[in-house]
Every structure is written in structure tokens, then in C-alpha cells.
């Protein structure tokens, strides 16, 4: 079972508990790298009074300068707000296993480019 699924989450209401965070960046017009790329990081929870119980991820596909594609958010993400996503789109879905408190979301991405798939780990601390 994969821990990153693809649900169209305008169908639930969300609140966010921290500001989009850019996770990672491809160029398409570069060539396939030939060894696996990882990206880690730490996003931090801004809003610490509510159990964090899932994490959404979405792409913006910046075609030209003047043209770009997103499946995430139709407005701006605002911190202990209802989040409106875009209609027509799914997006990927991370569910914590343990709902908690945390102040902050670890992650690791791995990019396998063998396969054309990305591999997801996620943590949440205190």
C-alpha cells in the first residue's frame, strides 16, 4: 500500500496548520537523472492547538512564464483556516497513522527515476 493516495479533497473540509511548502522543484526540459534524487526537509506546524492527522500535496505545472496549472488550493492557504481546493483535480494525501499534536512534519522524497515514481516518508514531532 502506498502512503501517499490520490483524493479530490474540495469533497472534505480541511483547516491548515501550516503555509504551503514548496517540497521539491523538476525541471522537465532537464534530462532523467540516471541515479535517484532525495529531498528532505522539515515543515513547521504553525498551528500547534489541533492534531495533525494528514498532509496534502498537489503540483503547480509551470508550463510558460505566463501559463501555469494548479491542482491544489483555488485561494491563498491561511493558517487555522478552511482550505478551498481546486475542483477537477486530485490531490495526493499523506494519513498519519498516529493523530498528535506536533510542531513540526519531517519528510523525505525520494525520486526512483528506473521506475518514474517518487518514494514518501513522513514524521510528525513535537
Same mark, same amino acid.
Given at each position: ?6 483524493? /479530490? ?10 503555509p504551503?511548502?514548496r ?5 522537465l526540459?532537464?534530462?532523467? /537523472?540516471?541515479?535517484?534524487?532525495? *529531498?528532505?526537509g $522539515?515543515?513547521?506546524? +504553525?498551528y500547534?492547538n489541533?492534531?495533525? %492527522? ?10 510558460? /512564464?505566463?501559463?501555469?496549472? %494548479?491542482?491544489?488550493?483555488?485561494? +491563498? ?17 499523506? @494519513? @498519519? ?9 519531517? *519528510? %523525505?522524497? $525520494? @525520486?526512483? /527515476?528506473?521506475?518514474? +515514481?517518487?518514494?514518501?516518508?513522513f514524521?510528525?514531532? +513535537?
Amino acid at each position: 500500500m502506498k502512503n501517499v493516495e490520490p483524493h /479530490p479533497l474540495w469533497e472534505y473540509p480541511c483547516v491548515a496548520l501550516a503555509p504551503p511548502t514548496r517540497l521539491l522543484t523538476i525541471d522537465l526540459a532537464d534530462s532523467v /537523472p540516471e541515479k535517484n534524487i532525495s *529531498y528532505s526537509g $522539515t515543515i513547521p506546524v +504553525d498551528y500547534n492547538n489541533l492534531e495533525v %492527522n494528514g498532509l496534502a500535496l498537489w503540483s503547480t505545472w509551470e508550463l510558460t /512564464p505566463e501559463l501555469s496549472i %494548479n491542482t491544489g488550493p483555488c485561494s +491563498d492557504i491561511v493558517v487555522g483556516d478552511k482550505v478551498e481546493w481546486e475542483k477537477g483535480h486530485k490531490q495526493g494525501v499523506h @494519513f @498519519f497513522k498516529e493523530h498528535r499534536v506536533a510542531n513540526n512534519i519531517h *519528510y %523525505n522524497i $525520494t @525520486f526512483i /527515476p528506473g521506475e518514474g +515514481d517518487f518514494k514518501f516518508e513522513f514524521g510528525n514531532s +513535537d
